[in-house]
């Protein structure tokens, strides 16, 4: 688990730099008046993981940070990001919460074979 957990803060890390980088070029761009960066690949590159970097980009460059219509879009972006996040560690993490009510018992004195009970309680020995 906990290698799933760094490789997954390494992407979003990566993903957070690119998500910085194309704010900041798409911001060149705009004032250079050569071609910009597409906001769907800023919603993507936000999707894969690169929204705090992007929030970032927005604050720092001060740019898309007053066109409502991407702004909803960005929103609901990480929105949907988070919730895909919290959907794979709850269908995942099952195993893994098992794994530490029974060693949370253990450190308290219980048997070593304690079950829990409806995924959540555990019964004492």
Known sequence: ???AVAIYLGIVLVMSLAGFAAYGWDKLSAANGSRR???QTLHFLALLG???GALLGQR?????TKKL????VFWCVVVLHVAMV???VYLFAGNERNLALEYTNNVKGYRANVKPIDGWKVAKA
Not at 60 to 64: D, G, T
Not at 69 to 72: A, G, N
């Open 86 to 88: 919290g959907t794979v």
């Open 1 to 3: 688990m906990m290698t």
């Open 37 to 39: 960066v597409p906001e």
């Open 69 to 72: 219509s991407f702004l909803i």
């Open 60 to 64: 720092h460059f001060r740019h898309k």
């Open 50 to 52: 690169g929204w705090p």
